[in-house]
């Protein structure tokens, strides 16, 4: 199921779309919410790429996956579907990842800096669950990105 959002968008509101396998991306969805109060938290698998181009400012979130991919099935035909209809608009990248280094993170930053979107400052990783201290600085994170 898609879910379409009906009726006029506020451009001034944020989205944040996330994949999570384990829940750990889940979370940190959660918490980058707490701190951005009228962003509109949605898992990919519930949207149309359609109605995500409608918002100005975009939150993704995605958890590394094999040799640190994005999750090849929903996530990363997904964002090949957004991936060229991004200029002016603002991104944010966050996700959680169990092994390496973080590498599928600096990729995907990488593709977004290719596009004409303007990339958040700093993305947010975080190695496998969120403690409670990444916790907060996930609502730190989203309190930064409601002042892009």
């Known amino acids: 199921y898609f879910l379409y959002v ?3 968008v506020d ?12 829940g750990n991306t889940k979370i940190i969805a959660e918490k980058i919410k707490e701190g951005i109060k009228d962003a509109f938290l949605v898992n990919v698998e519930n949207i149309d ?9 975009i939150i993704l979130g995605c958890s590394a996956m094999g040799n ?3 999750e090849e099935e929903i996530f990363e ?24 280094d973080g590498a ?8 977004v800096k290719k596009t004409k979107a303007i990339l958040f400052e ?8 969120p403690s409670t201290e990444e916790e907060l600085l996930a609502v730190e994170f989203g ?3 409601s002042k892009f």
């Open 6 to 8: 009906r009726g006029e």
């Open 11 to 22: 451009m001034d509101k944020t989205i944040l779309v996330y994949w999570s396998g384990t």
């Open 49 to 57: 790429y359609h109605e995500v181009l409608k918002y100005d400012k």
């Open 68 to 70: 640190e991919n994005l």
């Open 77 to 100: 035909p997904f964002f090949e579907s957004i991936e060229n209809k991004l200029d002016n608009k603002k991104i944010a990248l966050f996700g959680s990842y169990g092994w390496g």
């Open 104 to 111: 599928w993170m600096t990729n995907w930053e990488e593709r």
């Open 122 to 129: 700093e993305s947010l990783t975080i190695y496998s669950t």
């Open 143 to 145: 309190k930064k990105i």
